[in-house]
């Protein structure tokens, strides 16, 4: 049987003149239509290819090999490109725009604006549908992480706190304010670190490495550009920190405490504007 609402290898059965027949197993005979056939496909029956399913505008099963920009059970940030009575469209990469109900809506949208949503399958219609309620999608149940792990995150929206965002697909965590050393957006993808798993189970995040380990890890970055560079860095104690975290990523405080220690140690001078490595 195939997955609705996601990629499947499927066997082909038959080839015709508008397309090609895939074996949907329960589901019948799934088309292919022939503008989606990949150059090298061979010509003959039994091959396999990797294609997406969904229904198209007359609720049939299609295949794609079309690969969308979220998947059933995914999160994803979207653009909306049209409104109606029924609900909204959301662009997610196919012919046939994803809905979004007016009853799945969280906060009133524009066409041009971009929504986190959910893709899940309406069990009535077999149909993929979209929603912004994202709370019943999520892990309620207590985060097994660790402080200092590195998480995928998927930035939803600011709050008086700081930024949600959806932590490696499953549960929430919060980027609190201090944390925001570089400019981040609703719908941006980033890597992450646990901060702090509190009793409750709420997450705090970092937008930088944490520990002795991501310190020494960003010493060494810091020498290694020190060398490609002739022994100069155009960063220093004045500079801003958006230059800073545009070439290491991390915020000003972290690397004035890395190349404080490397200035006590003896192996650089600091300047406002620059840093110079001792030995050349």
């Known amino acids: ?10 066997q082909v059965l038959r080839h015709t003149d508008f397309g090609l027949y895939l074996d949907g197993g329960a589901d019948g005979e799934i088309l292919l239509p ?53 609900g909204l469209f959301l662009d997610w990469g196919l012919p046939k725009d994803l809905l979004l109900p007016h009853s799945e809506e969280k906060r009133p949208l524009q066409v041009g604006d971009y ?31 660790r402080v200092g792990q590195e998480v995928d995150l998927l930035v939803v929206e600011r709050t008086d706190l700081g930024f949600k965002a959806i932590v490696d697909g499953t549960h929430w965590g919060l980027i609190h ?3 925001l050393f570089r ?9 992450g670190y646990i901060r702090e798993v509190r009793a409750d189970g709420r997450i705090s995040l970092s937008l930088q490495p944490l520990g002795r380990e991501a310190a020494d890890s960003l010493t060494g970055q810091i020498l290694q550009r020190l060398r490609e560079q002739d022994g100069v860095l155009a960063l220093g104690d004045k500079s801003p920190p958006e230059l800073i975290s545009a070439q290491f990523r991390v915020s000003k405080g972290n690397f004035k405490r890395a190349i404080g220690g490397l200035y006590k140690q003896g192996r650089i001078l600091i300047h406002d504007d620059h840093i110079e490595l001792v030995d050349k």
């Open 1 to 10: 049987m195939a997955l609705i609402g996601r990629m499947n290898s499927l």
């Open 115 to 145: 929504c986190v949503v959910h893709l899940y399958l309406d069990k009535r219609s077999r149909r993929l549908t979209a929603t912004a309620r994202l709370d019943r999608y999520l892990d309620q149940t207590p985060p097994n992480y």
């Open 183 to 191: 400019f981040i957006r609703s719908g941006m993808r980033e890597k």
């Open 34 to 86: 022939k503008r989606y056939i990949p150059k090298d496909v061979p010509s003959g029956e039994d091959d396999w290819l990797n294609v997406f399913v969904y229904l198209d505008s007359e609720d049939r099963l299609i295949a794609t090999t079309l690969r969308p920009k979220i998947q059933l059970g995914e999160f994803a940030s979207l653009k909306v490109v049209d409104i109606n009575r029924i």
């Open 177 to 179: 304010k201090n944390e």
